[in-house]
C-alpha cells in the first residue's frame, strides 16, 4: 500500500536522502566560492607572491645550473631546484598562485560589483524620520518659513554645492535624498578589475603558452650542440607561438633568424618572421669603464615579401615589427681571431711556442707534462679599465710588501691574490687587452685564466697579471710576473727554467762561492766548498727538489730548527738564496748567448720580484703561461627578441588601477536627507549626512554644511 503523507507527496527515505546530499553539495559550493572570493583568501594569494617576487629577487634567475651548484652546493641545489625556485616567476605554483589570485578576484568582482552599481544609482529614499534622528551627524531647526519655500531654497542650495538630489513625498512631509561622490565605488570596481587584467597579461607573458606547447605538443629542450638550422623541428617552436622572450647574438657581417630561449635543461629555438643582418656594431665608454653609448646597425629581410630596410637598434630604442620587438641587450665578442705565445711554467726549458685561437672555439694543446690539454677560448676584451688604488679592498697584489715570515705562513689564497675591485674608482687606467679562457685536461677538469696583454704599472712596478680561478663562482686571483728591461716575460722565464735546472743549480753555486769568498782569504777552499754546498741546498728546496716549494718548502725547512734560532737562519737563508739566484741568472742569459748583467738597484728590484713570482708561480696550476701577442677583433651584439601580446593589457590595467586607486581615496561618498515637515506654526526641518569614512575632513564638511542650512533656513533664501 502507497504511504502518503498529509500533503500527498510520498514519504520516501530515498529521496529525502537524495535531496540532502544535493543540498550538502550546494552548501559546499557556496562555501567554496565564499573563501576563494573573500579578502583574507586574496590577501593571502598577495603574501604568497611577494614572497616569491623577493626569492626572484634575491635569487638570479635562470642563470646556467652548474652557478647554482657551485653556489649551494649539490644537496641544496636538488631541493631548490625541487620548488623552481631557479626560475620562480614561470614555476608552475607561482602561475598557479596567479591563476587563484584572478579567479578569487574575479568571484569578488562578479558578486559585489552588481550590488555597488545598484547601490550607486540607488537615492536611499526609503528612510523614516525615526531612522534620520538615530544618526550621529544630524540637525535640526524649527522655522516660520512655508515648506515649499524651503524646498526650494535647500535644493538650490545642494545643487550649488555639488549635491545631486531627488524629492520625495512620504508620510505627510517631504524628503530631500542628496548624495554626492556615488562614483568612489568605481574605484573598487576598477581597482579589481585591473588585478584580473594585470594578472591576465601578465601570464599571457609569461612562459605558460611555452609550456602549453611542451605538455602537449612534444616541445622539449635541445641540451646539445650543433647549427642551429640543422636541430629538428621537436626543438623549435613556430611562428605561430603567440609570446616568447629570446636573444640572439650576431657578429658583425652575420645575420640570424632565431631567437634562443633558455630552459632548464637546454634551449628552445623559436623562428623568426624575418632575419637580422648585423652591419656594424658601435660602442663608447665613459672614462669609468661602463658603456656609455652601444648600438647595432641592421639589415632586416622579411621573409614573406622579401622587403629589405635598414634600421638602428639601441638602448630603449627597440626595433618593432611585425609585433616583435628587438631590444639592445648586451654585446659579446663575436670571434676575435687571437694569436698568443705560450711559455713552459715547469721544466727546465724556457722555449715560447706560438699558440691561435678563435674566441668560442677550442685549441689542443699536447705534450705539456705528458699530459693533453685543450684551450677553450671563451672571451677578449679589447681594453680594460680597472682601478689601479692600493685603498681599502682594492688588491691585486700577491703578497707584496709582506715580511718574510708573513709569506712563510701564507695559505693558498695569500699566494694569489684578487683583482682590483675598489668602487672608489680612484686611479682609473686603461691597462689594454686581456684574454679569458679555460684550461681543460684529459679527465675534463677544468681551470679558468685570465691573463693582461701589457704590463700594469703597481706599487711602482711593471707586472704582467695572469689570473687563474678554479670555478666561476670564484673571484680570479693573479700571478705577478715582473717585466724585465725590455717590457717582456722573457728574463723570468729565463730564471724559473734555470732554477729547474739542477746541473745550472748547481754551477750557480759554486759561482756564487767563489764570489762570496774570495781565494786569498784563510781556508777559503774549504768554505767555499762548504758555502757552495749550502747555495746548492738552498737552490733545491727553493726549486721544490722535496714535495713542497718556494717561500712553502722554505718554512717547512725552517720549522726543524729551533724557535729561538728561526730569524737569524731565515736571513742567512735568504741572504743565501738571494745571491745564488743572481749567479744562476747570470749563468742562464750565459747559457743563451746573452752577455751578463750589472748588478743595479733595478736589477735587483727585479730579482726580489721574480723571486716572489716564481713562488707564488707553484700554485699557478697551468702547465703554460700564455701571453696575447695580437689579434683581430670581431664584434657582436646580443639583442633580446620578444612578443608580448599581453604587454597592452598590462597597460590598460595599470591605467584602470591608477583611475581605481584615485577613486577610492581622492573621491569620498556622502549621502545626505532632509526631512521637511509641517508643525501648525511653520517648518520643522530635520537634516543627516553619512560618509563610509568618518574623518576630520567629513566632521569639517558636517559643520559647514550644518552651517549653510542653518543660514538658509533663517534668510528663507539660497
Not at 159 to 165: N, V
Not at 447 to 454: G, K, L, S, V
Not at 464 to 481: E, H, N
Not at 652 to 678: N, P
Amino acid at each position: 500500500m502507497e504511504n502518503k503523507t498529509e500533503t500527498g507527496i510520498a514519504d520516501d527515505p530515498v529521496a529525502d536522502t537524495g535531496g540532502i546530499q544535493i543540498a550538502t553539495r550546494k552548501l559546499w559550493l557556496a562555501d567554496a566560492i565564499e573563501l576563494i572570493s573573500s579578502m583574507r583568501f586574496a590577501i593571502s594569494l598577495l603574501t604568497l607572491i611577494s614572497i616569491a617576487s623577493v626569492i626572484g629577487t634575491v635569487l638570479k634567475q635562470n642563470e646556467p645550473m652548474p652557478n647554482y651548484v657551485n653556489q649551494f652546493g649539490p644537496f641544496w641545489f636538488e631541493v631548490f631546484g625541487k620548488f623552481s625556485l631557479y626560475s620562480v616567476y614561470s614555476a608552475w605554483w607561482f602561475l598557479l598562485i596567479m591563476a587563484f589570485l584572478v579567479l578569487s578576484t574575479s568571484l569578488c568582482l562578479i558578486r559585489n560589483a552588481p550590488k555597488m552599481l545598484k547601490d550607486m544609482r540607488s537615492w536611499r529614499d526609503n528612510v523614516r524620520e525615526q531612522s534620520l534622528r538615530n544618526f550621529r551627524h544630524k540637525a535640526e531647526w524649527t522655522s516660520t518659513h512655508q515648506r515649499s519655500q524651503l524646498l526650494a531654497d535647500m535644493t538650490q542650495h545642494l545643487a550649488r554645492i555639488g549635491y545631486k538630489f531627488k524629492v520625495v513625498e512620504k508620510e505627510g512631509a517631504t524628503l530631500i535624498a542628496a548624495k554626492q561622490g556615488a562614483g568612489n565605488k568605481w574605484g573598487y570596481i576598477f581597482a579589481h578589475a585591473a588585478i584580473v587584467i594585470i594578472c591576465i597579461g601578465g601570464m599571457l607573458d609569461s612562459e605558460l603558452p611555452i609550456r602549453f606547447q611542451q605538455w602537449f605538443m612534444g616541445k622539449v629542450p635541445f641540451d646539445g650542440n650543433g647549427i642551429i638550422a640543422n636541430i629538428p623541428q621537436q626543438h623549435r617552436l613556430s611562428l605561430a607561438n603567440p609570446t616568447f622572450r629570446g636573444n640572439t647574438m650576431i657578429p658583425e657581417g652575420a645575420s640570424s633568424n632565431t631567437a634562443i630561449i633558455p630552459q632548464q635543461t637546454g634551449v628552445l629555438i623559436q623562428d623568426l618572421p624575418f632575419t637580422i643582418k648585423l652591419n656594424k656594431f658601435t660602442i663608447d665608454f665613459y672614462s669609468s669603464g661602463m658603456p656609455k653609448l652601444f648600438a647595432s646597425d641592421v639589415e632586416v629581410t622579411d621573409h614573406e615579401t622579401g622587403k629589405k630596410f635598414n634600421s638602428t637598434i639601441k638602448v630603449n630604442q627597440p626595433l618593432i615589427y611585425k609585433g616583435v620587438a628587438v631590444y639592445q641587450s648586451s654585446f659579446e665578442d663575436g670571434g676575435s681571431r687571437l694569436k698568443l705565445a705560450a711559455f713552459p711554467m715547469s721544466g727546465a726549458s724556457a722555449t715560447s711556442f706560438e699558440v691561435a685561437g678563435e674566441v668560442g672555439g677550442n685549441t689542443p694543446l699536447s705534450g705539456q707534462g705528458g699530459n693533453a690539454y685543450t684551450i677553450e677560448w671563451s672571451g677578449f676584451r679589447p681594453f680594460n679599465v680597472e682601478n689601479m688604488t692600493r685603498n681599502g679592498a682594492d688588491v691585486r697584489a700577491v703578497n707584496t710588501g709582506k715580511s718574510f715570515n708573513e709569506k712563510f705562513s701564507a695559505d693558498l689564497d695569500k699566494h694569489l691574490g684578487s683583482a682590483a675591485k675598489n668602487a672608489n674608482n680612484k686611479d682609473l687606467k686603461n691597462v689594454g687587452p686581456s684574454v679569458q679562457y679555460k684550461l681543460r685536461d684529459k679527465t675534463g677538469q677544468a681551470r679558468e685564466f685570465h691573463n693582461y696583454m701589457q704590463p700594469l704599472l703597481v706599487d711602482g712596478d711593471y707586472m704582467f697579471l695572469a689570473g687563474t680561478r678554479d670555478s666561476p663562482a670564484d673571484a680570479f686571483r693573479y700571478l705577478r710576473i715582473p717585466a724585465d728591461d725590455n717590457d717582456s716575460v722573457n728574463e723570468w722565464m729565463r730564471l724559473r727554467a734555470a732554477v729547474a735546472n739542477p746541473a745550472l743549480r748547481e754551477a750557480a753555486a759554486q759561482r756564487y762561492a767563489a764570489r762570496a769568498l774570495p781565494a786569498k782569504m784563510n781556508n777559503a777552499s774549504q768554505m767555499q766548498t762548504q758555502l757552495a754546498e749550502s747555495a746548492k741546498k738552498s737552490l733545491g728546496i727553493f726549486a721544490g727538489d722535496g714535495k713542497q716549494a718556494g717561500f712553502v718548502a722554505i718554512s717547512t725547512f725552517l720549522e726543524q730548527i729551533p724557535a729561538a734560532d728561526q730569524g737569524k737562519a731565515a736571513d742567512v737563508f735568504m741572504k743565501i738564496l738571494n745571491g745564488s739566484l743572481w749567479d744562476l741568472w747570470m749563468l742562464a742569459r750565459e747559457k743563451d748567448g746573452l752577455p751578463a748583467l750589472e748588478l743595479t738597484e733595478k736589477h735587483g728590484r727585479f730579482l726580489q720580484l721574480s723571486i716572489g713570482a716564481m713562488s707564488d708561480a707553484y700554485f699557478y696550476g697551468a702547465p703554460v703561461y700564455l701571453q696575447l701577442r695580437g689579434f683581430d677583433e670581431v664584434k657582436a651584439s646580443v639583442l633580446q627578441v620578444t612578443r608580448s601580446p599581453g604587454k597592452n593589457i598590462v597597460y590598460l590595467g595599470c591605467l584602470f588601477l591608477v583611475i581605481g586607486v584615485f577613486a577610492m581615496f581622492y573621491i569620498r561618498e556622502r549621502r545626505c536627507w532632509i526631512w521637511l515637515k509641517d508643525d501648525g506654526q511653520g517648518t520643522n526641518t530635520l537634516m543627516a549626512l553619512s560618509s563610509q569614512r568618518k574623518t576630520l575632513d567629513f566632521e569639517k564638511e558636517f559643520g559647514e554644511l550644518k552651517a549653510q542650512l542653518g543660514q538658509v533656513i533663517s534668510n528663507g533664501q539660497a
